[in-house]
Each structure stands twice: as structure tokens, then as C-alpha cells.
T-cell receptor, first 114, second 113 residues
């Protein structure tokens, strides 16, 4: 089965610029997650979608971050404007949706904000 | 809020040795405790998981020990191999979260040949 696809793999931008990341989850997975992983730290949940609805976005900095999940499949995460502290790996994950399910992670997008 | 605390931050063991990583949690509502393994440039991948109704789970060389009263759980890697060198994350979630995970800070394991 194909895994979670993410693009781009790397992105370098200057502060105050905007950036967007794309994720295609495993087919049939109802739940999609975006995590932020700062170097040397564990992943931190930014937003969780169930189909195309938001389940949890309590840790999403909504003044600069936005996310959407189109037709309950692909998802994009946008940062506008970016700050230096946004430098991190942005991981997308998906699961079938019920509790205790295995999360499948993509390889992530490494963002450097200069 | 740091709900899952992990130690040590880094660990070096010799090939064939036992690697032990510890985690402690605060939220008693957590009811599923997975461990994820992450290699450089890759996303985390599920290694092994446990629910609080059992005290131990073993899969091959990997064992989770769980102490509900102490709110602690640990990962033991027996006969550690150089290929086990990676970053390990403990995590926790609860039933109504839809598998949403809270991760520990990670342990970078190095197994020397």
C-alpha cells in the first residue's frame, strides 16, 4: 500500500514570506494530522481532520497558520507570514480514524526560515 | 503543557546490550501508549504499543513495561543492534481523541558495533 506522500521535501524561505505544504494520505484513511517537529523535540500536533472537518486545532497558531483538507482527501498547510521560529519539519500523518489506531507518517517537509 | 516526559535524552549502548528508555505521563485518561521509531530524514514509524490493562508486552527484541500506579512505562530493546540506532519517541493518547498522539521529547539511541 502506498504511504503518506508529502511535498516539497525541503523549503527555504525568508521571514515574512509565505509557504505551503501538501499532503496526500493513505487511501481510505479518514483522519489526517499535521505535526510540527522542531529539531531535537518530539512532534507536536498542529491540527487534526476527520474527513474534511476539523477535530482539533487548539495548538495551531491561527494568526499565521491555516490548513484545509480538500474533499476529505488531500490537505495543505500554509504559513503566512513565516517567522524564524517556524523552522521545523512538518509531518503529515493519517489513520483510519478510530481510537488506538496506528498513525502512518510521511517523511515530512523540512522548512528553514532565514 | 508537557504531558509525557521521556528520559534519557540520549543513550549509547554496545551491540548486544540492553537499551532502556523511560516515560512518565500525567493525564490518567490516556489509555493507549505507543512507541515510535524515527530514522534521520524519515517520519516516525510505530514500533510497539500497549494498553494499561496489561503490565508487559513483548514483540521480538522489543518489550514495553507498564506501571499504571506510577504512571510510567518503558521500552526495553534486548540484544541491541547497530540497525536500532534511531530516535525513539514514547507517546500517549485516549479513546475519544481519534488516535491523536502526545509525544515525549525523544531519545537518540546509538548502538556501537
Amino acid at each position: 500500500e502506498a504511504g503518506v506522500a508529502q511535498s516539497p521535501r525541503y523549503k527555504i524561505i525568508e521571514k515574512r514570506q509565505s509557504v505551503a505544504f501538501w499532503c496526500n494520505p493513505i487511501s481510505g484513511h479518514a483522519t489526517l494530522y499535521w505535526y510540527q517537529q522542531i529539531l531535537g523535540q518530539g512532534p507536536k500536533l498542529l491540527i487534526q481532520f476527520q474527513n474534511n472537518g476539523v477535530v482539533d486545532d487548539s495548538q495551531l497558531p491561527k494568526d499565521r497558520f491555516s490548513a484545509e483538507r480538500l474533499k476529505g482527501v488531500d490537505s495543505t498547510l500554509k504559513i503566512q507570514p513565516a517567522k524564524l521560529e517556524d523552522s521545523a519539519v512538518y509531518l503529515c500523518a493519517s489513520s483510519r480514524g478510530t481510537s488506538g489506531e496506528k498513525l502512518f507518517f510521511g517523511s515530512g517537509t523540512q522548512l528553514s526560515v532565514l | 503543557q508537557q504531558q509525557v516526559k521521556q528520559s534519557p535524552q540520549s543513550l549509547i549502548v554496545q551491540k548486544g546490550g540492553i537499551s532502556i528508555i523511560n516515560c512518565a505521563y500525567e493525564n490518567t485518561a490516556f489509555d493507549y501508549f505507543p512507541w515510535y521509531q524515527q530514522f534521520p530524514g524519515k517520519g516516525p514509524a510505530l514500533l510497539i504499543a500497549i494498553r494499561p490493562d496489561v503490565s508487559e508486552k513483548k514483540e521480538g527484541r522489543f518489550t514495553i513495561s507498564f506501571n499504571k500506579s506510577a504512571k510510567q512505562f518503558s521500552l526495553h530493546i534486548m540484544d541491541s543492534q547497530p540497525g536500532d540506532s534511531a530516535t525513539y519517541f514514547c507517546a500517549a493518547t485516549f479513546e475519544t481523541s481519534g488516535s491523536r498522539l502526545t509525544f515525549g521529547e525523544g531519545t537518540q539511541l546509538t548502538v556501537n558495533p
